[in-house]
């Protein structure tokens, strides 16, 4: 079955770490996104990336760094010089194929706590 | 500023009711999508549309373009329809999504 994988589920790391979350797909989809969800918010883009070596900003990349070497592949570094880093982490992916729309693909999740 | 906004922000209602989520957003869209997320936290994709009207089982999800608005309708509500349902609209400059804040529905037997 295809799908994306983020793993962990649960991340609990000590301020002043860098933490890297991981996101898989086999969908073989070109765009994949990173965003970060707070209570009461709607989901912010962190960066994105359509297609492999080259991904761009989001609207709150500060202290964040991704990379994309592989088409299945777009992890996600929270440094430490991300000021309030403990929230919901999602991958997404989407074809982008000529004009056709095609639905977003989402992970589980990765829920990241500093102390 | 949101790009797009949903009301109501949290509803409750009775096994049964016929419930209505509103989706108004403020730019030129591709498509618009509406999302569920349980309470684990996975968002799974219900609806894709760009004109019309689309039906899934129980939910029916319409689009008004004209006035840039989507609504999403889910008859006989079950309880197993508790969740968080979420709009999204994808720009059509761009390869970028908008999200709404989500609405919290609890459904009650």
């Known amino acids: 079955d295809g799908g994306i994988t983020q793993s962990p589920k649960y991340l609990f790391r000590k301020e002043g770490q860098n933490v890297t979350l991981s996101c898989e797909q086999n969908l073989n989809h070109d765009a994949m996104y990173w965003y970060r969800q707070d209570p009461g918010q709607g989901l912010r883009l962190i960066y994105y990336?359509?297609?492999?070596?080259?991904?761009q900003k989001g609207d709150i990349a500060e202290g964040y760094s991704v990379s994309r070497e592989k088409k299945e592949s777009f992890p996600l570094t929270v440094t430490s010089a991300q000021k309030n880093p403990t929230a919901f982490y999602l991958c997404?992916?989407?074809?982008?194929?000529?004009?056709?729309?095609?639905?977003?693909?989402f992970g589980n999740g990765t829920r990241l706590t500093v102390t | 500023k949101n790009e797009v906004e949903q009301s109501p922000q949290n509803l409750t209602a009775q096994e049964g009711e016929f419930i209505t989520i509103n989706c108004s957003y403020s730019?030129?869209?591709?498509?618009l999508h509406w999302l569920q997320q349980h309470p684990g936290g996975g968002i799974v994709s219900l609806f894709m549309l760009s004109s019309g009207k689309k039906k899934h089982g129980r939910l029916i999800a319409t689009i008004n373009i004209q006035e840039k608005h989507s609504s999403l309708h889910i008859t006989a509500s079950h309880p197993r329809d508790s969740a968080v349902y979420i709009c999204a609209v994808k720009e059509n400059t761009g390869n970028q999504f908008y999200f709404g804040t989500g609405t919290s529905l609890t459904v009650i037997p």
């Open positions: 990336s359509q297609i492999v070596n080259d991904f």
């Open positions: 730019v030129g869209i591709s498509a």
């Open positions: 997404a992916s989407t074809s982008m194929r000529g004009s056709y729309n095609s639905p977003l693909h």
